[in-house]
């Protein structure tokens, strides 16, 4: 195993979690702000949805993005 050597290249910003506007919410089929990543797979959400499922899916997801704020914002 070699160490790491140090990179200079730029923060390269990959979206991976970015979602779509064609992306829709699993549940009701409104446009999906909030994505969640499961070991068996993955599941998006509106804002409303994911909020309800947070309590409980957030302790087992590997990752959650939230691009609720998005919404906020306009
Ligand atoms: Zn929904």
Redesign the pocket.
């Known amino acids: 195993m070699q160490p790491l050597e140090e990179t200079t290249t730029e923060n390269e910003i990959t979206e991976v979690g970015a979602l779509k506007a064609t992306d829709r919410?699993d549940?009701?089929?409104?446009q999906a702000y909030i994505r969640v990543e499961l070991a068996t797979g993955e599941l998006i959400?509106?804002s409303?949805?994911g909020n309800e499922k947070r309590a409980k899916l957030e302790p087992i997801a590997i990752s959650w993005h939230d691009e609720s704020d998005k919404l906020l914002a306009r």
Do not use: D, E, K, N
């Open positions: 919410c549940v009701c089929g409104a959400f509106c409303h949805h």
